[in-house]
């Protein structure tokens, strides 16, 4: 049987590329890490792959704001079959593939327009300075929403995963914008409290995101990103106190979300 392939690109600044690759291999799949220059040059074909995932780090140094510099280079680099890696990255989209982000990775999409994509390929909200005015680097509770169309999160109703960022407060460009995510169900995970309520409180809600929102995905369900870092979580030895806590209680594994999209893959693109 042929596996599922993932690419995860890395350079200028990109990092968690390996626990990434790691979490993939251990839910089946076969996952390549790549730098942007050798995507963009054609190196690397996008199309050879079924998900594409970007994981966190530090984009250009986070110059003109978390991942607006690799946003205009995505945007506009021209690759070897002349197309940019924006138009490549539609071709993949329109072939109902899969794409997530963690941390900056969602800082990109969400600049680039593809997240939430209701307007596809324009800026409808952004993550920008965390309300404490510091950088946050903490485990955090979070709530699912069961409605969401978002592959990656089915079958999940609450997860503990660490966040790491400055810049992940989730801010809308209007109360239009929030209206239609909340209708069409696109927040797929909130920030919550010790009863997995969500919540706007500190430090709950580590950064101040509208809504509590900790992730997004498109109206597909097959796009999504989200500030926390559930490639962080992929052994129960990760959790601060896992020497205190029983192991069947340690549900909230981050490796459930990469199953599930290896899963929808390995059913529909192969």
Known sequence: MRKVRVLIPTGYGENCNYE????YKMVGAEADVAHISDIISGKIKLSNYHILNWGGGFLDGDDLGAAKAGANRIRHSIMKNKKTFFDALIDFIKDEKLIAAQCNGFQLWVKLGILPGLDFGKQEATLTYNASGKFEDRWVKLKINKNSPCIWTKNIDTIELPVRHGEGRFVVKDKKIL?????????????ADENYIPTMKYPFNPNGSTDAIAGICDKSGRIFGLMPHPEAFNQRTNYPSWTRRKSESIDG?????????????????I
Do not use: D, P, T
């Open 20 to 23: 990434l690759q790691y979490c």
């Open 179 to 191: 209206k239609e995510l909340n209708k069409n169900n696109l927040i797929s995970l909130r920030y």
């Open 253 to 269: 594994n981050g490796l459930q979300i990469f199953r599930n999209a290896v899963k929808y893959a390995e059913e529909n693109l």
